[in-house]
């Protein structure tokens, strides 16, 4: 099964002058190979962006700490 034909990676970085931080944003943009290679792209990167969410919190978390 061929992968997806092209991907490209965004980090964009923004302060957030209210929060005294930074907003980070990762942008994964993906041209999958066919309509089954979409839909099954589209789970995963859902999963991926949860877990991206619950590492930002804990870190979130940890520099509130210290």
């Known amino acids: 099964m061929p ?6 990676i965004y980090v964009q970085l923004t302060p957030d002058e209210e929060q005294d931080g930074t907003i980070v944003r990762l942008i994964v943009v993906r041209w999958p190979a066919g309509p089954v290679k979409a839909a099954l792209l589209r789970l995963g ?3 991926v962006g949860a877990d ?3 590492s930002l919190a804990r870190l979130t978390d940890l520099a509130a700490v210290g």
Do not use: A, I, K
Request: hydrophobic share 15%; net charge positive.
């Open 45 to 47: 990167l859902r999963r």
């Open 3 to 8: 992968g997806p034909r092209r991907t490209e």
């Open 52 to 54: 991206l969410e619950d």
